[in-house]
């Protein structure tokens, strides 16, 4: 199985500043079959279903604010967010749908 | 809009049954493959099993294999999750989910498994 390792597991920022978080797969997610790395980025807020925010690594969901960057490749990856939103409390979870069994990280924790 | 409703979850005994159900709406079902992911405290997000739009591929999670069973419905747009053999560790909020990356996800359905 391809294993997800976030970090941090928990990350306090202040309005307005800049957060990364950092997760690395166990083996490559970058695909030859058309160029790509099958992971994506997701926003569970308090109480809610997780949301689409990126895949591909770095193609945003439609409707997903230009504040959230996903970078990287092969087995390292970033989600950026530029400028800190209240409503962007929340948990964030990266994904490779790779190959089965897909797999989650364990979570980031997004607090102000 | 997508819209994606678990029903089916609940109270179960260990060895016990359930089948839950996912309806779909706001999108071409037949198009899309569809996901099983559950949640739990412990686990943390857990893929289940998925199922391509047109039941080709199906994939299961090791610790549910041989007893869970993935279905669909084209012509109702509707999704099943076939649960047997419950164990204790199968507790959890199930959310059903679409995408060939999984895009959209529904609010879930509550399983606990107890004695």
């Known amino acids: 199985d391809i294993v997800m390792t976030q970090s941090p597991d928990s990350l306090a920022v202040s309005l307005g500043e800049r957060a990364s978080i950092s997760c690395k797969s166990s083996?490559?997610?970058?695909?030859?079959?058309?160029?790509?790395?099958?992971l994506a980025w997701y926003r569970q807020k308090p109480g809610q279903s997780p949301e689409l925010l990126v895949y591909?690594?770095?193609t945003r969901q439609s409707g997903v604010p230009d504040r959230f960057r996903g970078s990287g490749s092969g087995t390292d990856f970033t989600l950026t967010i530029s400028s800190l939103q209240a409503e962007d409390v929340a948990v964030y979870y990266c994904?490779?749908?790779?190959?089965?069994?897909?797999?989650f990280g364990q979570g980031t924790k997004l607090e102000i | 809009e997508v819209q994606l409703v678990e029903s089916g979850g609940g109270l179960v005994q260990p060895g016990r049954s359930l089948r839950l159900s996912c309806a779909a709406a706001?999108?071409?079902?037949?198009?899309?493959?569809m996901h099983w992911v559950r949640q739990s405290p412990k686990k943390g997000l857990e893929w289940v099993s998925s199922l391509n739009r047109n039941r080709a591929t199906i994939a299961y999670a090791e610790s549910v294999k041989g007893r869970f069973t993935i279905s669909r419905d084209n012509a109702k747009n509707s999704l099943y999750l076939q649960m047997d053999s419950l164990r204790v560790e199968d507790s959890g909020l199930y959310y059903c989910?679409?995408?060939?990356?999984?895009?959209?996800w529904g609010r879930g359905t509550l399983v606990t498994v107890s004695s």
């Open positions: 994904h490779q749908y790779y190959k089965t069994p897909y797999t």
């Open positions: 591909w690594a770095s």
């Open positions: 083996q490559t997610v970058f695909h030859s079959s058309n160029n790509k790395n099958w």
């Open positions: 706001g999108f071409k079902f037949d198009d899309y493959a």
């Open positions: 989910a679409s995408g060939n990356v999984i895009g959209h």
